[in-house]
């Protein structure tokens, strides 16, 4: 979507290293959604939120961490990257009306080694 | 917690032919969504639906409530259809927040 923007786009990091993932969004939603997408698994939640400094974990959490200090941008946050966070992750947004469909960003393919 | 299943996981078709892929769902909800994921990686929304049946061009939706199950159809298959689709329903049932997403459907329509 037009209104959704992912950096970076490609991260190659070393095990150990702190890795940050933004999201940015123009479409002034409320709901935003970081997501991993791995072979064999759908895609999985990692945290979301539903306002500015509201955030919540999703299923697979530990080891990230996130914030929302403004209502366009998402920041994930990997504190200390292991090789098992190497994956596809996406953002997503979602407007308040429960009528609202998903919009996603691009995708960051992120690899530790 | 919803567990939501699709199939087939698969599926290869000739242009032309009529495509139904299927997804079930254990907790009751009130809206779904139907995803599609390009070759390039890129994920669209396709439907959100709560009940009935919604059309978009050469794709249907439809979703059957109480017995927790949703197909999509897609009439006239063409090449440019080959996509994985997924769908998506709410993690504890309800109509929003975060969502489970069955593990998708790979189609390919050879011309």
């Known amino acids: 979507d037009a209104g959704i923007t992912q950096s970076p786009r490609h991260k190659v990091t070393e095990t150990g290293t702190p890795v940050t993932l933004r999201c940015h969004q123009t479409?002034?939603?409320?709901?935003m959604y970081w997501y991993r997408q791995d072979p064999g698994h759908g895609l999985r939640l990692i945290h979301y939120s539903y306002g500015v400094k509201d955030t919540d974990k999703g299923e697979v959490s530990d080891g990230y961490s996130v914030s929302r200090s403004k209502t366009e941008d998402f920041l994930l946050t990997l504190e200390s990257a292991t090789s098992s966070q190497t994956s596809v992750y996406f953002c997503a947004t979602q407007g308040a009306d429960n009528n609202s469909p998903l919009h996603f960003g691009n995708g960051t393919r992120l690899t530790v080694t | 917690k919803n567990e939501v299943e699709q199939s087939p996981q698969n599926l290869t078709a000739q242009e032309g032919e009529f495509i139904t892929i299927n997804c079930s769902y254990s907790?009751?909800?009130?809206?779904l969504h139907w995803l599609q994921q390009h070759p390039g990686g890129g994920i669209v929304s396709l439907f959100m639906?709560?009940?009935g049946k919604k059309k978009h061009g050469r794709l249907i939706a439809t979703i059957n409530i109480q017995e927790k199950h949703s197909s999509l159809h897609i009439t006239a298959s063409h090449p440019r259809d080959s996509a994985v689709y997924i769908c998506?329903?709410?993690?504890?049932?309800?109509?929003?927040?975060?969502?489970?997403f069955g593990k998708g459907t790979k189609l390919s329509v050879k011309p």
């Open positions: 479409e002034n939603h409320r709901y």
């Open positions: 639906l709560s009940s």
């Open positions: 907790v009751g909800i009130s809206a």
């Open positions: 998506a329903a709410p993690y504890y049932g309800g109509s929003q927040g975060n969502l489970i």
